[in-house]
């Protein structure tokens, strides 16, 4: 009988921190996106100290999912500038979309 009541008890804790692992997950999502919208209007509005303060605390795989976002190559030669070469590298590394990773390539050339 008391291997039935772990049993429950188990499942019922599985099913709990299910729970707490995807509300956590949604509140991270939910601040990345906000953090990118922050960081994008930064950049816009060249305020680069505040954007390479807030880069220096980001994972390279957020920077590089920050970059694949911005539009204007301007723009994503304004915030690769502002990283330092090591990871500047990683991030390229990790940008997922080749043609982003050529428009790249090709303002930082242009500068």
């Known amino acids: 009988m008391e291997s039935v009541f772990l049993h429950k008890y188990t499942k ?7 729970e707490e692992f995807q509300e ?9 996106e906000e953090l990118q919208e922050t960081l994008l ?15 220096e605390d980001m994972q390279v795989q ?3 999912d920050l970059l694949e976002k911005i539009d204007s190559p301007k723009n994503l030669v304004k915030v690769f500038k502002v990283l330092p070469k090591d990871v500047g590298a990683e991030v390229f590394s990790y ?5 982003i990773q050529e428009r790249l390539v090709t303002a930082l050339s242009d500068n």
């Open 95 to 99: 940008i997922e979309d080749s043609e």
């Open 62 to 64: 957020d920077i590089a």
């Open 12 to 18: 019922r804790e599985d099913k709990n921190m299910q």
């Open 41 to 55: 209007e930064k950049i816009e509005n060249n305020q680069l100290k505040e954007v390479k303060a807030a880069l």
């Open 24 to 32: 956590e997950f949604e509140f991270e999502e939910e601040f990345q």
